[in-house]
Every structure is written in structure tokens, then in C-alpha cells.
Antibody
Framework: QVQLVESGGGVVQPGRSLRLSCAASGFTFSSYAMHWVRQAPGKGLEWVTV????????YYADSVKGRFTISRDNSKNTLYLQMNSLRAEDTAVYYC?????????????????WGQGTLVTVSS | EIVLAQSPATLSLSPGERATLSCRASQSVGSYLAWYQQKPGQAPRLLIY???NRATGIPARFSGSGSGTDFTLTISSLEPEDFAVYYC?????????FGQGTKVEIK
């Protein structure tokens, strides 16, 4: 069965860095684009970034552009999110999500599988 | 950026009643719209894609309609497990955006 398991969250001081991982299993990871979506405490969902199935294309929300970097290792079935220069407003649960579309935008389908999320707290 | 406005913010209904949720886009998104359900402490779950197609395993009481700028998610008869927060998402243009959510609560 499809599984996405995030890890790497925790408490970090403003300005510091953190790297999240998302371990995928139960499907051919290298065939799917992958997204990170976050949710601040008590708030709605915010799309963060996406990477194409082969890592050749990446897109970011303006709120994280220049600070966050998405990457993947298809040999390890793992997705990453490198978060630098963290701010208090980056505090959120971070979810990885699978995208069944080859073309990410425009795309008819939504994210068919999500991880359970990992909490990142940016605080001094 | 395409802004998605969901209404109402909260919908108070009883089990067995019909729920109608709205999602309005600031510009046309065609049919590139999805709906998700989220329960407390859980990840979102895909309900509807391409505006009107039910995702795998989603009960027939959930239906989606609309195109362009106006979309509706309808739950024909609320079951106890349907009380949750619902989000729409557009996949028409960058950046991808979500609506702010509609909470369906027990009256």
C-alpha cells in the first residue's frame, strides 16, 4: 500500500535551518511529482513547493522562494525539503503529497496520497 | 495569484441533512479544481478532482459541480463521519492555491 512518512520536524530558532524528509513506499516513486503543503496551527492549507518526477522542474510559493529547496532521491524513494533562514511564520505541520499528474499545472487531479505530517516550530 | 473564497466559513447542520459548500475563484480555473476533507489531527483526503469526479473510495453522497469561477461541493445526506473541514484547491495556474476552508459542524 502507498505510504508517505515525513520526518525531520522539530523546534528551531529563527534564522536557522532544518531539513525535512518524506520516505515513500508502495508505489513507483520515480514516476510521480511530489508536493509539500503546510498548515500553520489552527489555519488552512498552504501549498509550498513541487518537484517533477525526475527532479528537473521545481516551483515554489513566493513566501518560501529563495529560502526553501525541494529535492528528491529516486534511488532512495525519498523527498526532501531544505528550509533555510526560518521565520516564525514558517511554523506549521508540513505534509508531503503525491501528485498523479505528469503535467503539474494545469492539472485535473488532486493529491491522492498524503503523509501524516511533521511539525516544524520556529521559536527562540 | 488566484484567490479561492469559500463560503460559508461554518455550516451547522444535523446528520441526514444536505450540505452545500461554495468555492469561488477570482478568475477562471476551468475545471481544474479539487476538494479535500480534513478531520482534526489528520492529513487532508482527496474527495473530488476535475471539479466533479469522485476520487477512489469516496461515497456517492459527495458530489462536485461547477466550472470557471463557481464551484459547489454537495453532501447529499450528512453522516456522522462527514463533520470536518473542507478545502478547495485550484490547479489552473501558479501558484497553486487553496480556499480558506469551510467547517461543517454538528448542529
Amino acid at each position: 500500500q502507498v505510504q508517505l512518512v515525513e520526518s525531520g520536524g522539530g523546534v528551531v530558532q529563527p534564522g536557522r535551518s532544518l531539513r525535512l524528509s518524506c520516505a515513500a513506499s508502495g508505489f513507483t516513486f520515480s514516476s510521480y511529482a511530489m508536493h509539500w503543503v503546510r498548515q500553520a496551527p489552527g489555519k488552512g492549507l498552504e501549498w509550498v513547493t513541487v518537484i517533477s518526477y525526475d527532479g528537473s522542474n521545481k516551483y515554489y510559493a513566493d513566501s518560501v522562494k529563495g529560502r526553501f529547496t525541494i529535492s528528491r532521491d529516486n534511488s532512495k524513494n525519498t523527498l526532501y525539503l531544505q528550509m533555510n533562514s526560518l521565520r516564525a511564520e514558517d511554523t506549521a505541520v508540513y505534509y508531503c503529497a503525491r501528485d498523479p499528474n505528469i503535467v503539474v499545472v494545469p492539472a485535473a487531479s488532486g493529491y491522492d496520497y498524503w503523509g501524516q505530517g511533521t511539525l516544524v516550530t520556529v521559536s527562540s | 495569484e488566484i484567490v479561492l473564497a469559500q463560503s460559508p466559513a461554518t455550516l451547522s447542520l444535523s446528520p441526514g441533512e444536505r450540505a452545500t459548500l461554495s468555492c469561488r475563484a477570482s478568475q477562471s480555473v476551468g475545471s481544474y479544481l479539487a476538494w479535500y476533507q480534513q478531520k482534526p489531527g489528520q492529513a487532508p483526503r482527496l474527495l473530488i478532482y476535475d471539479a466533479s469526479n469522485r476520487a477512489t473510495g469516496i461515497p456517492a453522497r459527495f458530489s462536485g459541480s461547477g466550472s470557471g469561477t463557481d464551484f459547489t461541493l454537495t453532501i447529499s445526506s450528512l453522516e456522522p463521519e462527514d463533520f470536518a473541514v473542507y478545502y478547495c484547491q485550484q490547479r489552473s495556474d501558479w501558484p497553486l492555491t487553496f480556499g480558506q476552508g469551510t467547517k461543517v459542524e454538528i448542529k
